[in-house]
């Protein structure tokens, strides 16, 4: 590892369309010097995902993202062996290339961010979608950003060298740099202990006592799709998105507006041409209702809610 | 390039391990390093920060690390005062060239306007000067009092803020995760299902066979054919270790099982077994036992030895169970959430005695309970 630090410093209000509070910039810096990865947890809606592209964007470095599925095995972020190719070409005797595994070894996403050794920014995306053992399976590899590939034949580690640049043990170049490994959770499913361990945590919070940073990460992304909205509209939208999520609260929704809902919501508020002032948070119509609720018992329960306080 | 940093955070990292947080040596490596870095310089509250971003990956850890720095006695302001004095003196002096690389004076020291200029030391002994300097102030304003010691103090000499100190979070006996993990250990490995998986072998033999290939042979996939019955007791005396059986149901689709179920009963398994805790749904207890033939028993149960009573007929009746259960699953072990100690003179202690193994509800017990159900005696 070189001594000076690869990646400038992260301030979190560079990148168009994001926001990060100081406090996570803070903790992002800390995962960037110290060289490891960087958990982001979080309610739905809060920029978990976003954040690493902010990151990619302002410090003007590539993002690689790969997104879990539930049937992701570690060994898939890495490298991929494809089995039938090699089958399929055995069937021709002229063909001698499949007399070796090499030429069927592809490295995926994961893998070539540790060959390559550049400044970027890797996002494993929804970590808790997959199989329980899969943190378990990427810990080793996160930690050392080395692996070996388990289904090419030691002896042809020379050959594949040769042919395809690296080896059985695939790590970085001589002086290499560590990308930014960003993970992002649900909290779907409970993470190993060891893992949590490894990583640097972050949680997003809907920034809902700062109205000020609300209104800020609507303008920058109303800014990026380039369209002008005033100032009133913004922040009388962000004042009663507050009030709806406390009163969602008080009767426990499932799924909060956050920050992705309030600037889809400005939008529509700005295309149907209403004023902030006009919207009540006692009487939302259903366009307002789709905007904000994601789960059908929770715009049944503020409705109910909203009726009884008008005697209705 | 030496280090001359003070053992800043010892006590709180020594605090975190009394408490059993699993923090390693790397993790206090990794601090030192922030450290150096120049992170959690200022104040008290950026390196509680730093701490939290560290080593506190729960509530329950970020709390511990936030009443750490809460007791922690306020530093003596006058000498806190002189020793800023010095340091921004003396880091005015860096910044004429003589300081070595990479320790940089940390970020967000205000320099204090009445120091009045110092007689310039030679380097070395500035440096010296600047070393200690700084180990005092960190004793002064991080680790004060405690540095040095680690085992947790009973401190109630300050009234402690309600709603921080008292916050009772319910904590899991154990997690769904390692639960899941458990159930992972039972296995029963058999091909069956659908052809779906390459048998590179046989594909092999066939192309030498008929020297050529029409099709790839392929076989069932390997999978756990491993199935376990549960029966747990829900009955008013099993209250406490209601979150515990939610839990358990909760975790055993993640175990990849052949087959599982939860029945549950009220203080014995007698004709009647029940789907939900609620004791709801019933069903006849031999056709469940029967429709589990070969499948691995585990019953859940304090046997009595919550209340302390000994119900002699109860003992019976439930050896008499056992038996019958016994026919259809050969492999069966009861887990009994009341420590071992409790079982003496009440009914759990007879059936105890009986052959079915009874076990203590605790991360070493459950292990050696899957090993009896994999067959383990």
Known sequence: ?312 | MSHTLPPLLLGLFRELKAHGVPVGVRDYLDGIEALRLGFGHGDRAALRDLAVALWGRSDEERRLISRWFDVLPAPDGALTDAIHASLSALDTHDSDGTSPSGTAPPPGRGSSSGAAPPVRPPPVEADAQAAEARAAMARVAFAAAREGSGLPIPRLATTPQIGEDYVLIPQPLVSPRDLAVLWRRYRRSTRHGPRTELDLAATLRERCRRGLLCQPVCRPRRSNSARLLILADASPSMDPWRPFLATLAESLPLGRLGQAEVHYFNNLPRRQLFATPGLAKAAERDEILRRHAGAGLLVVSDAGSARGVLNRRRALQTATFLEDARKFCPTAVWLNPMPRSRWAGTTAGLIADGPVRMLPLDAAHLLRAIDILRGNK
């Open chain 1, 1 to 312: 590892m070189p001594d000076t630090p690869p990646y400038t410093e992260f301030s979190g209000n560079r990148a168009t369309g994001y926001v990060a509070a100081p406090h996570t910039a803070t903790i992002i810096n800390l995962a960037i010097r110290l060289g490891r990865p960087l958990l982001v947890e979080g309610e739905a809606g809060c920029g978990k995902t976003r954040l690493a592209s902010a990151i990619a964007e302002e410090l003007g470095i590539d993002l690689t993202v790969m997104t879990v599925k539930s049937t992701s095995q570690a060994r898939d972020l890495l490298y991929r062996f494809d089995a039938l190719r090699r089958l399929q070409d055995a069937q021709d005797p002229a063909n001698r290339s499949a007399r070796q595994v090499h030429p069927y070894i592809d490295l995926e996403p994961l893998g070539h961010a540790i060959r390559e050794g550049r400044p970027q920014v890797v996002l494993i995306d929804e970590v808790d979608k997959a199989d329980i053992d899969f943190p378990n399976d990427l810990l080793d590899v996160l930690d050392r950003f080395e692996f070996d590939i388990e289904d090419l034949p030691r002896t042809e580690d020379d050959a594949c060298r040769q042919a395809r640049g690296f080896g059985r043990h695939v790590t970085g170049p001589e002086g290499g740099v560590r990308p930014i490994v960003l993970i992002t959770s649900n909290r779907e499913k409970q993470l190993p202990e060891p893992f949590l361990r490894r990583c640097l945590y972050v949680q997003l919070d809907f920034p809902a006592d700062q109205p000020g940073m609300l209104a800020d990460i609507v303008r920058k992304n109303l800014d990026a799709r380039s369209e002008q909205i005033s100032d009133e509209l913004i922040t009388g939208a962000v004042e009663r998105l507050c009030r709806i999520r406390e009163r969602g609260r008080e009767l426990g929704m499932q799924k909060l507006p956050a920050t992705s809902e309030l600037v889809d919501w400005v939008r529509v508020l700005h295309w149907q041409g209403r004023k902030a002032e006009a919207v009540s948070v006692d009487s939302l119509d259903a366009v307002d209702q789709a905007v904000l609720f994601k789960v059908r018992q929770d715009i049944e329960r503020y409705r109910a809610r909203t009726d009884d306080e008008a005697g209705r």
